[in-house]
């Protein structure tokens, strides 16, 4: 079966680093997304990858190792605002997306 | 308006009532889609359309009904729902189905059946 596996909540200090793992399991591989999405509010796109490495945009990146099945995001300089949950899809063979169940991020003061 | 807008944001109904959830894309896009987001579960995909055309149907009860009269609306019609059917359900749109651009969400239906 095919299957996205990502932490289900973890907590931050605000200014710090977080780094948010997802790892996959699929039939074929044709890019990963992140996705974030505040507590009653819609998803809203913040990555795609489809090349091994990392892809830098502004205080969020993204990084893809598709030999290991593996990516992460990464968010610096933690702000509250950041306080929300992130989403890992994959798009397998038949550019049908699996989603991950998404990782709760707190952010403290 | 812009982007992906969903009414109603909140429903709560009887399991014999009849209600419709609707959703509207501004965006020109020509796929559209039902996601159905429960409590720490991943996004399960109900339906797509593109081009008006229903091509996914993902195994969904017979209790929801999709209907997708142009590229810009889609309903989703609700009938004897069961309390297992409380959900959040999402919209989205995308520029055309199955490609690897982005998914336009709208701020989802809260659904609650009593």
């Known amino acids: 079966g095919q299957n996205i596996d990502q932490p289900t909540e973890m907590t931050a200090t605000e200014g710090a680093i977080v780094q948010i793992n997802c790892t996959y399991q699929?039939?074929?591989?044709?890019?990963l997304f992140w996705y974030q999405q505040h507590a009653g509010e819609a998803p809203t796109f913040l990555s795609y990858n489809v090349l091994d490495g990392l892809e830098e945009k502004g205080r969020f990146s993204s990084f893809l190792s598709r030999s290991k099945g593996y990516s992460y995001l990464l968010l610096k300089e933690l702000q509250m605002k950041d306080s929300a949950s992130y989403l890992c899809?994959?798009?397998?063979?038949?550019?049908?997306?699996?989603w991950g169940a998404g990782t709760k991020l707190i952010i403290k003061p | 308006e812009t982007g992906v807008t969903q009414t109603p944001r909140h429903l709560v109904m009887g399991m014999t009532n009849k209600k419709s959830l609707k959703c509207e894309q501004h965006l020109g896009h020509n796929a559209m889609y039902w996601y159905k987001q429960s409590a720490k579960k991943p996004l399960e995909l109900m339906f797509v359309?593109?081009?008006?055309?229903?091509?996914e149907n993902n195994s969904v009860p017979s209790r929801f009904s999709p209907e997708c009269p142009n590229s810009s609306h889609l309903f989703l019609h609700l009938h004897t729902l069961q309390p297992e059917d409380s959900a959040l359900y999402l919209c989205?749109?995308?520029?055309?189905?199955?490609?690897?651009?982005?998914?336009?969400f709208g701020e989802g239906s809260r659904l609650t059946v009593l």
């Open positions: 989205a749109s995308s520029q055309d189905e199955g490609g690897t651009g982005e998914l336009f």
């Open positions: 899809a994959v798009m397998d063979s038949n550019y049908q997306l699996i």
């Open positions: 699929t039939s074929g591989f044709n890019g």
């Open positions: 359309y593109n081009f008006k055309e229903q091509t």
